[in-house]
């Protein structure tokens, strides 16, 4: 039965996937991290978390303002941005830690004002995943187990399975100073997960982990969370992070949310400069709204020097007046980019057509990067690193190009 006041657990909510754990054991450890089978956004409609015009003010700060935010079931969520935009705030008001000064938390379509933080059905992932150095991995891992009276054979099981879905099986005698880093954080989701939780809330937690570790769990982390179907809550201030793993991402800036939604929309009509920025790279360049059709989107701006740029407005629901001060972005890899003393590969058909001065060109591995001095400012090209697509190879400081790309480039941000 629910607990009055507590969120029902995963037992008790209709429509929720089963744990692996609550299947027949045996094929766990063989399954566990398999390829996600699910494919696009197939979580359920109903919403695990929702957050209805949140407010919190520590004093007379206020970290996060009138957030509404609803978190499909089963769905991965990331809530991405710089330090201080309250991100873990949120997450904090999630958990139960920090309570809202306005609005409503609700966990499962369940209000949780009130409920104190061990009574919801959430747990918490740290960057700093504070194993308990006193016990091996099987007892840590069964600690939230044990404290709500489920031991002996239950506990056991439990433990093997969680321990199989993070592939640390058969380590639960090890103490927590024998495993990796990588591995003792895979030991705090086994811990987080053991419980079950309608959701699971993760800080920046592979913050602790260097690069090539972090990126293997990233994937592993995200064919995780396909298995157990448990609705994730994910910190971080890494966008590479947040869109290799997300459903969903929610991008806030100084307690406010800029933008939420896939990472390919996030990516491809960013609402803002500033989501525009924060996610990759783009070149920017200012102007006035000349004109613009709301039926379509299609925008022409005028920039400073005279020069028409057409393209899309990004925001459907932006209305801006002609005259209004607008910014237009373009992907580095949108741009194309040849000598200009010809070749087979000149961007002669490019709407947009600009020649200038290579500033800096670096090599990135996969891809090159020709930073261009040009009339409209530097602008910034990459280029993928193989012949097939005309790699520009000896282009360098100071050698004159063309860099040019189509209209369908041009994202027009009203903010
Ligand atoms: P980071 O990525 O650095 O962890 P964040 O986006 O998670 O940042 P929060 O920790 O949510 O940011 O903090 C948001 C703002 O609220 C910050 O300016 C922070 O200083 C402030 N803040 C957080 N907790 C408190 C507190 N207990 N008392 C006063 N101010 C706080």
Same mark, same amino acid.
């Given at each position: 039965?629910?607990?009055?006041?507590?969120?029902?657990?995963?037992?008790?909510?209709?429509?929720?996937?089963?744990?692996?754990?609550?299947?027949?054991?045996?094929?766990?450890?063989?399954?566990?991290?398999?390829?996600?089978?699910?494919?696009?956004?197939?979580?359920?409609?109903?919403?695990?978390?929702?957050?209805?015009?949140?407010?919190?003010?520590?004093?007379?700060?206020?970290?996060?303002?009138?957030?509404?935010?609803?978190?499909?079931?089963?769905?991965?969520?990331?809530?991405?941005?710089?330090?201080?935009?309250?991100?873990?705030?949120?997450?904090?008001?999630?958990?139960?830690?920090?309570?809202?000064?306005?609005?409503?938390?609700?966990?499962?379509?369940?209000?949780?004002?009130?409920?104190?933080?061990?009574?919801?059905?959430?747990?918490?992932?740290?960057?700093?995943?504070?194993?308990?150095?006193?016990?091996?991995?099987?007892?840590?891992? !069964?600690? &939230?187990? $044990?404290?709500?009276?489920?031991?002996?054979?239950?506990?056991?099981? /439990? +433990?093997?399975? @969680?321990? =199989? #879905?993070?592939?640390?099986? !058969?380590? &639960?005698? $090890?103490?927590?100073?024998?495993?990796?880093?990588?591995?003792?954080? /895979? +030991?705090?989701? @086994?811990? =987080? #997960?053991?419980?079950?939780?309608?959701?699971?809330?993760?800080?920046?937690?592979?913050?602790?982990?260097?690069?090539?570790? /972090?990126?293997?769990?990233?994937?592993? #982390?995200?064919?995780?969370?396909?298995?157990?179907?448990?609705?994730?809550?994910?910190?971080?201030?890494?966008?590479?992070?947040?869109?290799?793993?997300?459903?969903?991402?929610?991008?806030?800036?100084?307690?406010?949310?800029?933008?939420?939604?896939?990472?390919?929309?996030?990516?491809?009509?960013?609402?803002?400069?500033?989501?525009?920025?924060?996610?990759?790279?783009?070149?920017?360049?200012?102007?006035?709204?000349?004109?613009?059709?709301?039926?379509?989107?299609?925008?022409?701006?005028?920039?400073?020097?005279?020069?028409?740029?057409?393209?899309?407005?990004?925001?459907?629901?932006?209305?801006?007046?002609?005259?209004?001060?607008?910014?237009?972005?373009?992907?580095?890899?949108?741009?194309?980019?040849?000598?200009?003393?010809?070749?087979?590969?000149?961007?002669?058909?490019?709407?947009?057509?600009?020649?200038?001065?290579?500033?800096?060109?670096?090599?990135?591995?996969?891809?090159?990067?020709?930073?261009?001095?040009?009339?409209?400012?530097?602008?910034?090209?990459?280029?993928?690193?193989?012949?097939?697509?005309?790699?520009?190879?000896?282009?360098?400081?100071?050698?004159?190009?063309?860099?040019?790309?189509?209209?369908?480039?041009?994202?027009?941000?009203?903010?």
């Amino acid at each position: 039965m629910t607990t009055p006041g507590a969120t029902p657990s995963p037992e008790e909510s209709p429509g929720r996937p089963a744990f692996p754990g609550d299947r027949a054991p045996a094929p766990l450890a063989a399954t566990a991290f398999a390829a996600p089978t699910r494919v696009g956004a197939s979580y359920d409609d109903a919403a695990d978390v929702e957050l209805v015009d949140v407010t919190k003010r520590f004093g007379r700060f206020v970290a996060v303002e009138h957030m509404n935010v609803s978190i499909a079931r089963g769905a991965f969520y990331s809530l991405l941005g710089p330090s201080g935009c309250g991100k873990t705030t949120t997450l904090r008001m999630i958990a139960g830690f920090e309570q809202p000064s306005e609005g409503e938390v609700l966990i499962a379509g369940q209000p949780v004002a009130g409920v104190p933080a061990y009574r919801r059905n959430v747990n918490t992932v740290f960057q700093h995943y504070a194993l308990f150095p006193h016990m091996d991995v099987a007892r840590n891992v !069964g600690y &939230g187990l $044990r404290q709500r009276g489920i031991t002996g054979d239950d506990e056991r099981r /439990r +433990v093997d399975e @969680a321990l =199989a #879905l993070v592939r640390l099986g !058969g380590l &639960g005698g $090890r103490h927590t100073w024998e495993l990796s880093g990588g591995q003792q954080q /895979r +030991v705090a989701l @086994a811990r =987080a #997960l053991v419980n079950r939780p309608t959701v699971l809330l993760l800080d920046e937690p592979l913050g602790a982990l260097d690069l090539k570790l /972090r990126k293997e769990m990233q994937l592993e #982390l995200k064919a995780l969370q396909h298995q157990v179907g448990i609705t994730f809550v994910y910190v971080t201030h890494d966008q590479e992070e947040a869109i290799t793993m997300s459903d969903v991402v929610v991008v806030m800036r100084d307690g406010h949310i800029q933008q939420q939604g896939s990472p390919r929309d996030l990516y491809e009509r960013p609402v803002n400069r500033f989501v525009a920025g924060f996610l990759g790279l783009s070149n920017f360049f200012s102007g006035r709204l000349a004109d613009h059709e709301p039926a379509t989107g299609a925008a022409s701006v005028s920039l400073g020097d005279g020069t028409i740029i057409r393209g899309r407005l990004t925001d459907p629901a932006a209305r801006p007046s002609a005259g209004a001060e607008v910014t237009v972005a373009v992907r580095p890899e949108r741009l194309s980019i040849a000598r200009a003393d010809g070749g087979a590969a000149a961007p002669l058909e490019h709407t947009t057509r600009l020649t200038g001065r290579v500033q800096q060109a670096t090599y990135l591995g996969e891809q090159n990067e020709y930073r261009v001095e040009t009339e409209l400012g530097e602008l910034i090209a990459r280029r993928q690193n193989n012949e097939a697509s005309g790699a520009l190879p000896g282009v360098g400081p100071g050698d004159a190009v063309v860099v040019g790309w189509e209209d369908d480039a041009n994202l027009v941000l009203v903010a």
